[in-house]
């Protein structure tokens, strides 16, 4: 098993244009987070998804979208990009998302809007 | 909602000595307590946890401590190795709520 992958691994915006950050998981897991991992502030919350076709706002989910039409694949867009976008974006998954969960974590995509 | 402190932000120790790293949370029902260790380039990936009903718990090196009461827990790194450097997350969580995450340590061993 990949686990959690994710793509790309590193990218640099300009203000205003769009992207796709793209994370598969191939362990069956129901659950799926986005995280944006600020240095000193540790791993903020999104967006999550408790299975295909149903998503939800996390701590800070303004200046993202997200969708999940399949169990596999979670992506998450920024449509107009903002130098407080620049960050480090994990995307995790877990099996049934219930209280005390292992998060197995992708290896992160680092963002960078100029 | 939960607010999770982490301290200290940066640790620097000698190889062989301990580590230790102390979060305290806000929110009393919170029950489950992860600690998650990043190394460079890669996902944070968990490496111990404790739940409320339990005040201490040890896997080899590491071992977690929890004291509910005045709503802090630790992380103790014994005998540390330059393998143990790496960024380390606390994190807590109740019934129905996501992980809260502190701002991360920083550990480095020094050989």
């Known amino acids: 098993n990949a686990g959690v992958t994710q793509t790309p691994k590193f990218r640099i915006l300009k203000i205003g244009q769009s992207m796709t950050l793209q994370c598969a998981q191939d362990?069956?897991?129901?659950?799926m987070y986005w995280y944006r991992q600020d240095p000193g502030m540790g791993l903020k919350l999104i967006y999550y998804?408790?299975?295909?076709?149903?998503?939800d706002k996390g701590e800070v989910p303004n200046g993202y979208n997200v969708s999940r039409s399949t169990t596999e694949d979670f992506p998450l867009r920024l449509e107009l990009a903002a130098p407080s976008q620049t960050s480090v974006y994990f995307c995790?998954?877990?099996?049934?998302?219930?209280?005390?969960?292992?998060?197995?974590f992708g290896s992160g995509t680092q963002l960078s809007v100029l | 909602g939960e607010n999770v402190e982490q301290h200290p932000s940066t640790l620097s120790v000698q190889e062989g000595d301990s580590a230790v790293i102390k979060c305290t949370y806000s929110d009393s029902a919170s029950n489950y307590f992860p600690w998650y260790k990043q190394e460079l380039g890669k996902g944070p990936q968990l490496i111990i946890d404790i739940r409320s009903n339990v005040g201490e718990k040890k896997d080899q090196r590491i071992a977690v401590t929890l004291n509910k009461t005045a709503k802090h827990f630790s992380l103790h790194i014994t005998e540390t190795q330059p393998e143990d450097s790496a960024v380390y997350f606390c994190?807590?969580?109740?019934?129905?709520?996501?992980?809260?995450f502190g701002g991360g340590t920083r550990v480095l061993v020094k050989p």
């Open positions: 994190a807590a969580s109740n019934p129905g709520n996501k992980l809260t």
């Open positions: 998804s408790v299975g295909a076709g149903i998503t």
């Open positions: 362990m069956n897991h129901n659950y």
């Open positions: 995790a998954s877990s099996q049934l998302g219930g209280e005390g969960e292992k998060l197995f």
